[in-house]
């Protein structure tokens, strides 16, 4: 019988702190499909991109803490790495605030959620560095590259491309979470 500090070092424990973490982004991507799109996008559209986002996010609870699979042991964190964590949130924070009073200044307040997609995505870059985990420099990578995608659809054609963007960032970080999570790293099935 393994012991709990056992499961934390064989990433098979669910209260791994990167399945918690994850969970975190999980909501994240609700946000981004439940928050937007209401009056921008087409109902039957809307209502076809939730429910995507919505079976995401349960495949990713259910891969996380209801069956999980191992992630395999921690790696050791950045010796700096709450330091980074939290410069990062205040970049994103800043970010975001410099971007939607920039974009209001040209009249593109309807990028702004693409805009707060690409300060989100942008933000787990230094997690990565900081976590060292693999996973969170594409989720970062991806989910910032659609947000920027959507918000030059949003300055160039107008709405409702900046809450599609922001839409359809969210479902790609919950994609990405599922398949980190689906993945798994060995070993044996969590207790």
Known sequence: M????????????????????????????????FANGDGAIDQPWLLGLR???????ALCVWR?????????????PHRFA????LCSVAAMLAAIAGGRALLAAIGAEHAAPAWIAVCVGAHFVPFAIAFRERMLTRLGVSVAVVGAVGVALAIALGAPWGDLGAILAGIVQLTVIAAWSLRGRGGAPSD
Request: overall charge positive; cysteine-free; proline content about 7%.
């Open 2 to 33: 393994s012991t709990a500090a056992d499961r934390f070092r064989e990433g098979r424990h669910r209260a791994d702190p990167r399945r918690l973490g994850s969970s975190i982004a999980v909501v994240g991507g609700l946000v981004f499909a």
């Open 82 to 85: 709450w330091l980074l964590y």
């Open 64 to 76: 996380l803490f209801v069956a999980p699979r191992p992630l395999g042991a921690p790696a050791t």
């Open 51 to 57: 429910i995507l986002a919505a079976a995401l996010a």
